[in-house]
């Protein structure tokens, strides 16, 4: 691995978090090359340079998908509690809100995308990694249960990491909660579109991220179960080049669609439309 | 005996397997193969028999007694295969009204190239889909190591029961301690703290039933009692339950 590269690494958290705030320029870590952030946000956070799709923090990917000033948030105090006692996760959880600028890892609500009416959810990268603790369980499940109740389509953008691990069985189970959720949206005749963003792992992409009528992903993400260096060291086995990339996983059969950033808006209120929304 | 000993303890190779368990409570098993897709997984061992009279339909994930045993059964890490067996197995359960039960033991979903591509994720995800709406009694026994994902894939059920040295866990204490301290030397701290053993889960509300080894032969009675009083709710009424078993949990 060339030095260059692992040194940005190391010093870039996922773009849009509140680091970013206050940079002018930032690098590229795929192409390494420096540009200003004002570009970067003009190209909807896509390398200029090299076509690498960064980070979008929730919001910002709300506002991306949504009619400017539709958007309406739901739940938006819940803040989550150190149920188990777990070491050290207070100080987590407040270092994620100051990182994400958010509450919690997951925002809810409903908006308009091209006029349609939806419910919406999107994940935040810069909150633990989008992982799923209780509050995004329960945020997402009630999402759900508003829009089955009110025959809304879900339009949700997926980013994690997996369960979160500080909340032991509290967080693996609420896999269990969103899917039973999802299960009775769909009962009840409605539609879910699940937009699958780098990158989608572990619990969520054994959950909801795999219970959508249509499954969407942007190019490049990394949408797979178990982490790569999990699958590398347990098996001493070089990882196909693509392994978990959004192009292979819809060879193998697991996503509708690749749709580039720019087009997003458009293709879901274009589903929407044919769905009579 | 700290958690990290139950965990250890839950993957010793002398404790009982699914397969132990399947013989004692049901002498009449009759063995089905296949996902009816691709493939036929033997971590997964499914089929039909009768609990106390009552047919049953039967889920288990096996790990093998012995070497050559384990190999086979991939050390009881399901593929996809396996959990797309399990679900077809479950419709074809909720079709004759037959109850299901899940016997557990797993150390989660096999991690691999193969499981990933052919949609370890999907399979899980069905899994808990499906299991959210299936009209039929559901109950999940775990007898030595729930795993994770892999597990909880055969746990979306009106009962969860668990032996008493048995865990229930998002993930494994050494990849906590890895992720979290970086080292797997505190493993055991980890276990501790992620409140993974039965009675710990008992407490926290989110199991049903924590089963004492000594009471291993009134087992097959108890669940038999389990399923006939599932079994007089009427469908509507049991989903419901079903679907407020996991709706309260956490927040």
């Known amino acids: ?22 940079m002018r320029s930032i690098s590229c870590r795929e192409c390494g090359k420096k540009m200003s952030v004002a570009r970067v946000r003009k190209n909807d956070f896509v390398c200029p340079e090299c076509g690498r799709y960064m ?68 994940m935040d990268a810069n909150f633990m990694m989008g992982s799923m603790g209780s509050v995004v369980g329960e945020k997402i499940t009630r999402l759900f249960e508003y ?31 969103v899917s039973a959720a999802v299960r009775r949206h769909s009962n009840g005749g409605n539609l879910y579109i699940v937009l699958l963003t780098d990158p989608t792992t572990g619990g969520v992409d054994a959950s909801f991220a795999m219970q959508g009528d249509i499954t969407l992903a942007e190019p490049g993400a990394r949408i797979g179960f178990a982490g790569p260096r999990v699958i590398e060291k347990s098996l001493k086995q070089q990882l196909p080049k693509d392994f978990q990339r959004a192009e292979r996983v819809l060879d193998c059969g697991f996503v509708d669609a690749i749709v580039p950033r720019s087009e997003q808006k458009q293709y879901i209120a274009k589903l929407l439309l044919l769905h009579g929304m | ?10 993957r010793g190779d002398r404790r009982l397997t699914a397969t132990d368990y399947i013989q004692r409570m049901i002498p009449d098993f ?38 050559q045993e384990r190999i086979r059964r991939n050390f009881g890490s399901a593929h996809p295969e396996g959990y797309r067996k399990s679900l077809r197995l479950m419709q074809q359960a909720a079709k004759f009204h037959r109850p299901v039960l899940c ?3 797993t150390a989660g979903a096999f991690c691999g190239v193969d499981a990933e591509e052919h949609g370890q994720g999907r399979a899980i995800a069905d899994n808990l889909y499906t299991m959210a709406d299936l009209p039929t009694p559901i109950l999940s026994l775990i007898i030595g190591e729930g795993g994770s994902g892999g597990a909880l894939a055969l746990c979306h059920s009106d009962c969860i029961w668990m032996m008493e040295d048995a865990y229930f866990s998002v993930v494994s204490p050494e990849s906590c301690a890895n992720i979290l301290w970086k080292s797997t030397e505190k493993a ?9 053993t039965a009675a710990k889960l008992r407490r926290a509300g989110l199991i049903d039933r924590v089963c004492a080894n000594d009471e291993r032969k009134s087992l097959a009675a108890e669940i038999a009692a389990e399923f006939a009083r599932l079994s007089e709710m009427p469908a509507a009424e049991l989903l419901e339950a079903r679907y407020r078993r996991f709706r309260k949990v956490g927040y």
């Not at chain 1, 691995?1 to 206050?22: C, H, Q, T, Y």
């Not at chain 1, 000033?69 to 996760?89: H, Q, V």
């Open chain 1, 1 to 22: 691995m060339d030095l260059k590269k692992l040194f940005l690494k190391a010093n870039n958290e996922p773009e849009g978090g509140s680091a970013f705030l206050r």
């Open chain 1, 55 to 122: 980070t979008v923090r929730a919001r910002r990917r709300i506002l991306m998908l949504t009619d400017k000033r539709s958007f309406t948030e739901l739940d938006r105090e819940m803040e989550s509690r150190n149920i188990l006692g777990f070491p050290d996760y207070e100080e987590k959880l407040a270092a994620a809100q100051e990182k994400s600028r958010e509450r919690e890892g997951v925002i809810c609500g409903t908006a308009t995308i091209e006029g349609h009416r939806c419910a919406v959810f999107a």
């Open chain 1, 147 to 177: 829009a089955t109740a009110r025959k809304l389509p879900v339009i949700g953008v997926t980013v994690s990491g997996g369960a979160r691990m500080q909340e032991g069985m509290f967080s693996l189970l609420q896999m269990s909660k």
């Open chain 2, 1 to 10: 005996m700290d958690d990290y000993e139950v965990v250890m303890g839950a």
């Open chain 2, 30 to 67: 009759t063995e089905f193969h296949g996902d009816r897709l691709c493939g036929d997984d033997r971590a997964v061992i499914a089929g039909i028999g009768s609990i106390q009279g009552m047919p049953v339909t039967v889920i288990g994930i096996e790990k093998g007694k012995n070497t």
């Open chain 2, 103 to 105: 016997i557990v033991d």
């Open chain 2, 188 to 196: 055991a701290e980890a276990a501790s703290a992620l409140s993974l």
